[in-house]
C-alpha cells in the first residue's frame, strides 16, 4: 500500500534530531565552547537576548551553539525557556541618564554634551572582507591586546561619569512638547496579557522590543521610503550599561546587576492640523537588550509612526505592526505549513469537487443552446471556481 | 564563573509555571461561563513553535494532573510526528500515563478532528486553533469584530455565507464551518471538517479551545447547543463519501482519507487511527450518533 502517516513517527522524529546533531559535529572541528560564542558572537547574542526577550547571555550562547547559529531558533529557545520560571518583581523604572555609555551619538546636534563617542561600531569602517580572519591565533589576539593596551594613558583616564542627554537640549528651548499621555504611565505586561487594541504605548514598545529586527526595518524603512510620513532625525543614539532595580517585599530598593542597553530617541517634526497652534518636535523612542542599532532607530521610527493618527501606511497601523513583527510567533505559523493538512484539504476538496460538478452540469446546460465548439478553458474544463476564503490550517 | 547548579536546572511539573498555569486556569473558567467567547489569556512562549498546537499544549498543561491518562491526534492519528512530539513534550514534563485508546484517555488534545467514538461526561477535550476567529475573513481588525461579537452583530458573516451561494451555489467553508454557540457567540471550532461540526451540540463533553499565537481561550461546556449557521432553504450538511468505504475495513460510517496507492489508484481509509484499530482487532466500538450522515 502507499505511504500512510499512521505509525512510525516516533522513530522518523528520533532520527531527524540525530541527523541535526550529525550535521552539527560531522567535519569534527573543535566544539565551540560557550563562552566564545558570548564573546566573539558578541552581537548575536545580543539579537538572541532581544528578540528573546530574555537577558541570560550564557543561555543565549548555549541556544545558538545548539541551533547551528540560527538566531531565530535560538531566540525562540530563550523564550521557551522563560516560561518555566516565575515572574517574582517588575524592575524599577531604568533610567538611562545613569547609562555608563559606551556609544553615544546625535545625528541632531554637531556637539552633544559630553562630545559624540562613536564607540564601538562598524559604521564608519569599509566592509572589505578581512580573509586574515583565517589564519588567526591566540598570539595574535594576545599581540593587539599589548598593543591596544600600550595606547592608553591610564594617568589620562577621566573619572567615571555620566551624561546629560540631548533631549534635555531641546526641552530646555521648550522645542519638545512633553506628551501628557497616561497611557505612558501605565503597565501592560504583554508577557502575561494578551495585547488588545488600542493598545497601549507600554504595550506597543515591549512589543516592538522584543520584535525580529528584520521585520522592524522592513516597516520602519517603508515609513521613510513614503508609506507614511515619519523621516525623524537621530536625536540620539546610545549603547551602554545601566543599573536595574527591584523593590524587595520590605520595599527597599536594591540594586541587583547591570544590563546593556542600545536605546534611540527619534526626533520628528509634528505638523499640527489646526491652523493657530504651531509645529513642534515629538520623540519617537525605542529601547533593546544589546547593541542593535538598526533595531532602536526603527523602534523608534515606528513608535512615532503608530501615533499618526492617519492609519493608511502600514506603518501607522499598529495593529498591522505589532502582529507582523513578532518574528518568533510568525515562523512558528510560516512553517507550521509543513505539517500535514490531510483533513482541512480534503474539506475543501470536497466542496471544490461539487463546485465543478455544477458547473459543468451548468455548461452541459449553457452548451446544448451554444455550440459546444465554445470550451471554457484550453483544457476544455470550465474554470474552477475557487473557495474564497480556503480551510485555515 | 557560571557555577555548575546553574545548568542542572529541572523543570517544572507541567512545564508552566504555577502562577502563569492558575491565571490560564481562571481564563478557562471564564471561557465555560461564557461559552463560544473568545478570552484573552498570556499565552506563554512554548518549546514547541507557534502556530503548532501551543494554545492546545497551555490548556493541556494547565489542565492536566499526575492521575491523567493523555492522548494526542493530529489529524485523526495518534502517530504522526507533531502528535508524537508534542505526546513525548507532556509526558516528559508531567510523566502521565499516554494512550492511543480513545476511550482509555481522560484528556484528549487534538488537531483538527473529533474522535469518531463518543467521548463521556469524564472526559475532556482539547483543540488547537489556529484561527479563533470566525469573523477573520469578513473583518481583517481584532479590534472591530471584538465589537462586533459584543454587539452579535454578524450581518457580515451572514452575507458572506449568502454570497457564497450566489457565487459558487453553496457555502464554501470546508473546515472550520462557523457554528453559533448557546444562542449567542458565533465560534470558529477550530478548522475540524464539517463531518465533526454535529458531535459539539449537545456532547458530554467539555471542550477546551486554545489559539497560542492569537492568545485566546474558548470553550464549549457539555450539555450546550451548538448550531452550524446555515439558512432555511439551503441547510448545512456534512461531507459525503458517496459509494466509497475503508479499503481495510469495508467500514462506511467514519470520516475517510483518500489514499493514493503506489500503482495510481485511489482508495478510502479511516480518519481515525485508533477507531480504524479497533475495527481491524474486532474491539468494539461506540461512535457518536451523527444526525447529517445519509
Excluded at chain 1, 522645542?175 to 504583554?190: C, F, H, S, Y
Excluded at chain 1, 507600554?202 to 525580529?212: G, I
Excluded at chain 2, 512530539?85 to 508531567?94: C, G, S, Y
Excluded at chain 2, 446555515?230 to 448545512?236: I, L, P, W, Y
Aim: with cysteine; hydrophobic share 35%.
Amino acid at each position: 500500500m502507499g505511504y500512510v502517516a499512521v505509525k512510525g513517527g516516533t522513530d522518523a522524529i528520533r532520527h531527524a534530531e540525530e541527523l541535526v546533531e550529525f550535521y552539527r559535529v560531522q567535519a569534527q572541528t573543535p566544539p565551540l565552547s560557550v563562552p566564545q560564542i558570548m564573546t566573539q558572537q558578541r552581537l548575536g547574542v545580543d539579537k538572541v537576548m532581544g528578540e528573546g526577550g530574555l537577558y541570560a547571555p550564557e543561555y543565549a550562547a548555549i541556544a545558538l551553539k545548539q541551533t547551528e547559529g540560527d538566531v531565530f531558533e535560538a531566540a525562540f529557545m530563550l523564550r521557551a525557556f522563560i516560561t518555566t520560571m516565575e515572574r517574582r518583581y517588575y524592575s524599577e523604572t531604568v533610567n538611562t541618564r545613569e547609562m555608563f555609555v559606551r556609544r553615544k551619538i546625535s545625528a541632531s546636534f554637531r556637539e552633544i554634551p559630553g562630545g559624540q563617542v562613536l564607540g564601538p561600531t562598524r559604521d564608519y569602517s569599509q566592509r572589505l572582507l578581512d580573509t586574515r580572519m583565517v589564519h588567526e591565533t591566540e598570539t595574535d589576539l594576545q599581540a593587539f591586546l599589548n598593543t591596544f593596551a600600550a595606547r592608553i594613558d591610564k594617568t589620562r583616564l577621566p573619572e567615571v561619569r555620566t551624561y546629560d542627554k540631548v533631549i534635555d537640549l531641546l526641552k530646555r528651548e521648550g522645542l519638545l512638547q512633553p506628551v501628557g499621555n497616561a497611557e505612558d504611565r501605565t503597565l501592560k505586561d504583554i508577557t502575561r496579557e494578551a495585547i488588545t487594541f488600542p493598545a497601549p504605548r507600554s504595550a506597543r514598545l515591549q512589543m516592538l522590543s522584543r520584535a525580529e529586527t528584520g521585520g522592524l526595518m522592513a516597516l520602519g524603512y517603508s515609513s521613510m521610503r513614503g508609506f507614511g510620513a515619519t523621516h525623524p532625525t537621530v536625536g540620539e543614539l546610545r549603547y551602554g550599561t545601566v543599573p536595574l532595580r527591584v523593590k524587595d517585599p520590605s520595599g527597599r530598593v536594591r540594586h541587583i546587576g547591570q544590563i546593556p542597553l542600545t536605546e534611540a530617541e527619534m526626533v520628528s517634526t509634528i505638523k499640527v492640523s489646526k491652523k493657530k497652534q504651531a509645529p513642534y518636535f515629538a520623540i519617537g523612542y525605542g529601547l533593546c537588550l544589546g547593541q542593535n542599532d538598526t533595531k532602536a532607530i526603527c523602534m523608534g521610527i515606528l513608535d512615532r509612526a503608530m501615533r499618526s493618527p492617519d492609519t493608511s501606511s502600514p506603518a501607522n497601523d499598529a495593529e498591522f505592526v505589532l502582529y507582523h513583527t513578532e518574528g518568533i510567533e510568525s515562523m512558528g505559523f510560516t512553517n507550521h505549513l509543513k505539517l500535514p493538512h490531510y483533513v482541512t484539504f480534503q474539506a475543501g476538496l470536497s466542496n471544490l469537487r461539487q463546485a465543478i460538478d455544477r458547473a459543468n452540469a451548468e455548461a452541459a446546460v449553457a452548451g446544448g443552446v451554444a455550440a459546444a465548439a465554445t470550451a471554457a478553458t484550453p483544457n476544455g474544463a470550465p474554470a474552477p471556481h475557487l473557495d474564497p476564503k480556503p480551510a485555515h490550517a | 564563573m557560571i557555577e555548575n547548579t546553574k545548568y542542572a536546572r529541572r523543570y517544572h511539573f507541567a512545564f508552566i509555571d504555577e502562577s502563569t498555569k492558575k491565571e490560564i486556569r481562571r481564563k478557562l473558567l471564564k471561557a465555560v461561563a461564557i461559552p463560544g467567547y473568545q478570552v484573552p489569556y498570556s499565552s506563554p512562549e512554548m518549546p514547541i513553535a507557534r502556530g503548532w498546537g501551543t494554545g492546545g499544549l497551555h490548556v493541556t498543561l494547565a489542565i492536566i494532573g499526575r492521575g491523567d491518562v493523555f492522548k494526542i491526534i493530529d489529524q485523526g492519528s495518534d502517530a504522526s510526528v507533531n502528535a508524537c512530539n508534542l505526546r513525548d513534550f507532556v509526558h516528559r514534563m508531567t510523566d502521565c500515563k499516554t494512550t492511543y485508546d480513545t476511550k482509555e484517555a481522560t484528556l484528549i488534545q487534538t488537531r483538527h478532528r473529533i474522535t469518531e467514538e463518543e467521548l463521556t461526561e469524564q472526559q475532556i477535550m482539547v483543540f488547537q486553533v489556529p484561527q479563533p476567529e470566525p469573523l477573520r475573513g469578513v473583518e481583517r481588525y481584532e479590534f472591530k469584530t471584538r465589537q462586533m461579537h459584543g454587539e452579535a452583530d454578524y450581518a457580515k458573516m451572514w452575507v458572506s455565507l449568502y454570497e457564497s451561494i450566489v457565487r459558487h451555489g453553496d457555502i464554501m467553508l470546508g473546515a472550520g464551518y462557523p457554528v453559533k454557540v448557546n444562542g449567542r457567540y458565533i465560534m470558529a471550532p477550530s478548522p475540524i471538517p464539517r463531518w465533526d461540526v454535529p458531535n459539539l451540540h449537545q456532547a458530554k463533553t467539555l471542550y477546551l479551545f486554545g489559539a497560542g499565537r492569537e492568545k485566546r481561550l474558548y470553550a464549549v461546556p457539555p450539555f450546550t447547543t451548538v448550531e452550524p449557521l446555515e439558512f432555511e432553504d439551503v441547510k448545512f450538511r456534512i461531507e459525503q463519501f458517496k459509494d466509497v468505504y475503508c479499503y481495510k475495513t469495508h467500514y462506511t460510517r467514519a470520516f475517510l482519507d483518500e489514499l493514493y496507492l503506489d500503482d495510481g489508484s485511489r482508495e478510502h481509509v479511516i480518519n481515525d487511527s485508533n477507531f480504524l484499530d479497533k475495527i481491524e482487532q474486532g474491539i468494539p466500538i461506540t461512535p457518536f450518533s451523527n444526525p447529517y450522515i445519509l
